[in-house]
T-cell receptor
Framework: AQSVTQLDSQVPVFEEAPVELRCNYS??????LFWYVQYPNQGLQLLLK??????LVESINGFEAEFNKSQTSFHLRKPSVHISDTAEYFC???????????FGTGTRLTVIP | KAGVTQTPRYLIKTRGQQVTLSCSPI?????VSWYQQTPGQGLQFLFE???????NKGNFPGRFSGRQFSNSRSEMNVSTLELGDSALYLC?????????????FGQGTRLTVV
C-alpha cells in the first residue's frame, strides 16, 4: 500500500523568505510523485511532477522539488515566497499502471507581509 | 480550451436523500476520476472511468457510484446521504489515464448534508 506524509499542517513564512514543505512517502513499488496547489474555493492545480530522469524538478513560478529515493522524500522548496503563494499544497504519489493519486493531508502555506 | 467543469458548484441535501454530481472533462480527455475531500480524511480516491468503463475503484461503500457517457462526461451518484458525506467532490480528467499523463482538476462540487 502507498501512503504520503506531509509533516507540517501549517507553515507561516514572511514574504521573500525561503520555504520548504516536507513530503515523505511509503511504497513497496516505484512511484511517480506530484505536488498540487489548491487556492481557496478552487480545485487542484499541478505544480510539478517527477516521473523519471533528473531528480530535481522545477515549476514555472519558482518552486522546485527534489526526489530522494533513499529518504523516500519529495520536499518542495522556494527560495523567496510571495503573498500570492498563500495556498494549500498537496503532495501525491501514483503507482505505475494505476491512474489514481494518493494524497498527503496537505500543508497550508501562509505568507505574511 | 475549456477546463474541467463540475456542476453544480454548491449543493445542500438532507440526510437520506440521493444526489448526482456532474463532471465534463477537457475536450478529448477520456479518463475521469473522482475524489472526495474532507477536513478529516483529506483527499481520497473514489473511482476512475475510462471509455465508459469503471477502471479503478477506491474504498468507499456501494452508496457511491458513477458512470461515464460516450462523450466522456461523468456523473457521480450518492444514495442515502449521511452527514459524513459532506465534502468537496473533485473530478479530474486526463487524456488517457496513463500514469505519465497529467490529471486536470475541476473546481469541485461542495456538498453539504443536513
Amino acid at each position: 500500500a502507498q501512503s504520503v506524509t506531509q509533516l507540517d499542517s501549517q507553515v507561516p513564512v514572511f514574504e521573500e523568505a525561503p520555504v520548504e514543505l516536507r513530503c515523505n512517502y511509503s511504497s513497496s513499488v516505484s512511484v511517480y510523485l506530484f505536488w498540487y496547489v489548491q487556492y481557496p474555493n478552487q480545485g487542484l492545480q499541478l505544480l510539478l511532477k517527477y516521473l523519471s530522469g533528473s531528480t530535481l524538478v522545477e515549476s514555472i513560478n519558482g518552486f522546485e522539488a527534489e526526489f530522494n529515493k533513499s529518504q523516500t522524500s519529495f520536499h518542495l522548496r522556494k527560495p523567496s515566497v510571495h503573498i500570492s503563494d498563500t495556498a494549500e499544497y498537496f503532495c501525491a504519489v501514483r503507482i505505475p499502471g494505476a491512474n489514481n493519486l494518493f494524497f498527503g493531508t496537505g500543508t497550508r502555506l501562509t505568507v505574511i507581509p | 480550451k475549456a477546463g474541467v467543469t463540475q456542476t453544480p458548484r454548491y449543493l445542500i441535501k438532507t440526510r437520506g436523500q440521493q444526489v448526482t454530481l456532474s463532471c465534463s472533462p477537457i475536450s478529448g480527455h477520456r479518463s475521469v476520476s473522482w475524489y472526495q475531500q474532507t477536513p478529516g480524511q483529506g483527499l481520497q480516491f473514489l473511482f476512475e472511468y475510462f471509455s465508459e468503463t469503471q477502471r479503478n475503484k477506491g474504498n468507499f461503500p456501494g452508496r457511491f457510484s458513477g458512470r461515464q457517457f460516450s462523450n466522456s462526461r461523468s456523473e457521480m451518484n450518492v444514495s442515502t446521504l449521511e452527514l459524513g458525506d459532506s465534502a468537496l467532490y473533485l473530478c479530474a480528467s486526463s487524456l488517457t489515464g496513463a500514469t505519465n499523463t497529467e490529471a486536470f482538476f475541476g473546481q469541485g462540487t461542495r456538498l453539504t448534508v443536513v
